[in-house]
């Protein structure tokens, strides 16, 4: 039997969070202003890569941005008593994408668009004694295809992704967006749940 071979998949997996309020007013707030602005950035990061082989005028029509809707999540790890995050996920991708192969140096320079929104943001980075702490803005990058790097800056695929509810949820409403949801089924008490 012959399978017809399909492409990778180079969709680029984001995680947005944030629970305390920054520049840019409450955390709802926050990543509602911050959300063009990553769109733009991605595409920006996206023309500089291709250079010339790309029409910049047609970029934003051929890349596709999913968003997940907004989530209200218990901080996990960090102090205690933080307030809770209000989390979304991005996914893109599009036809445009493969021409392009995932590659340490461009998931680095995206990932310092993504640092340079979070400081836009008001999010400071200095206290390095808290770890999971209250932030303004969060921007993990979480993968892209199936690219796997472990560096200083960035480690893909995300090493902690299915620990993480308020990235694993969203991502599945927009991929659930794509591809149906599952229909569950009654298991008639032959299958324990």
């Known amino acids: 039997m012959a399978y017809a071979k399909q492409k990778t998949e180079l969709k680029l997996v984001i995680s947005i969070g944030a629970n305390i309020p920054g520049i840019l007013g409450d955390p709802i707030r926050t990543i509602v202003a911050m959300r063009p602005q990553l769109?733009?950035?991605i595409v920006e990061w996206f023309v500089a890569l291709n250079g010339a082989n790309i029409d910049s005028q047609n970029i934003d029509k051929s890349l596709s941005f999913q968003w997940a809707p907004?989530?209200?999540t218990d901080p996990l790890g960090g102090p205690i008593d933080q307030p809770k995050f209000i989390n979304t996920v991005l996914v893109v991708e599009g036809e445009s994408?493969?021409?392009?192969?995932?590659?340490?140096?461009a998931a680095i320079s995206l990932m310092k668009k993504f640092l340079e929104l979070e400081r836009i943001a008001g999010r400071k980075?200095?206290?390095k004694e808290i770890s999971w702490g209250p932030r303004s803005l969060d921007i993990d990058?979480?993968?892209?295809?199936?690219?796997q790097i472990n560096t200083d800056t960035l480690i893909l695929p995300h090493p902690r992704l299915s620990e993480r509810n308020f990235v694993l949820?969203?991502?599945?409403e927009v991929l659930s967006k794509a591809q149906g949801k599952p229909k569950r089924i009654n298991s008639q008490n032959i299958w324990p749940e």
């Open 39 to 41: 769109e733009t950035s």
């Open 70 to 72: 907004l989530f209200e």
């Open 97 to 105: 994408f493969y021409s392009v192969t995932p590659n340490e140096k």
């Open 125 to 127: 980075r200095e206290n």
């Open 141 to 147: 990058f979480i993968s892209w295809g199936e690219l």
């Open 169 to 172: 949820i969203p991502l599945s």
